[in-house]
């Protein structure tokens, strides 16, 4: 009986391990096919951004990626802000630790702000560069 219950945890701990699997390989595909349509885009477990353009697209992602997701103009930014541990970091000493976030300050008081949170300090320093350099143009 301990080894019908032994192997009966391991078989659903597989099917767990299979359904996850399979939950994240949709989430890529649908990025991948969402993705085409950009210059520049991004992947990661708590955000998907986009920029054609000057138009930048975010999300959350999912098994499928919804049609309308917010979107808004970088010449409507008035500052782009990295932010980890929601404290405003310089981009030359950047911390080993934290929560990234890019925070899109608009020109426009009724806009207010949006952010956009990433995984990895250093990615997220990347794409605050790229989208500075992007604004200037």
Known sequence: MARGLFWLSLLVVFFILAWSGWNEY?????????????????????AIIGVKGKEITWGKPGRSIPDTLPKFLLTDVDKIDLLVNDKSVDLGNLPNKGKPVIQFNFSHQDQGSIKIPFTEIDLAAKWVKYLENLRKV
């Open 26 to 46: 949709q989430k890529l595909e649908a990025y991948r096919q969402w993705a085409e349509n950009f210059d520049q885009a991004k992947y990661d477990i708590y």
